[in-house]
């Protein structure tokens, strides 16, 4: 597989104050915890690049990085930390809902999903607010490793079919393990259509 160029360039409060919105850029999301930033050290090859924590709440900021100069990966924190202070949460919606919704070069967001999970309400409100807004995006079931391939299936059937439930069509999706580095191929081959596109 190819070698990937990863460069750290910003992280920031606001979707105004990120990198010139001049080059394509895919965005990674779910809930505090799911695995967003090892998913990206996992892409790039690089277990260092993004922060990772066995504590929910890690990733505070938008966090740009450019890949190969010619597209950025953004990490972003999570959603859905029962902990987290209501006015912390508040914070979070207004700076992720902001940047969702007005950067310009935004083709397609990433939303995670812990495969061990039964659907989580925070996780389908949550893409009903992309739907609203339209926002495209597709769907990431993580952490395979901790899971039989047949409990895999059966966790993202069940996401299917609740989804299901308000939604006419199921989104692109994959099953991937940072640990065992799955769904890599096809997730940096899903961003290269879309680069094209
Ligand atoms: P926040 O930034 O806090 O929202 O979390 P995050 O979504 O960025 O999660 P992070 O990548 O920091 O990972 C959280 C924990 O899950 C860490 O302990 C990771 O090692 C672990 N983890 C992430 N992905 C996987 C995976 O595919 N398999 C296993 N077994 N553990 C994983
Ligand atoms: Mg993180």
Redesign the pocket.
Known sequence: TKLIEAKFVTSAADYRKCPPAEKPEYAFI?R????????INMLVGNKNLAK???T????QLINHFEINKKWYLV?L??YGFAKAPKGERDKWGEMIGDYLVNRENLMCVFV?IDVRHEPQRVDLEFLDFLGEKDVPFYLVF?????VGSVKAEQSVESFKKTMLLSWTKIPQYFI????RRTGREELLKAIEELNLS
Not at 32 to 39: A, D, I, M, P, Q
């Open positions: 779910g505090s915890n799911v695995g967003k930033s090892s998913l990772t924590s066995q929910p709440g890690k990733t990490d924190p999570g995670l993580t952490k395979a490793d901790k991937t393990s940072a640990e």
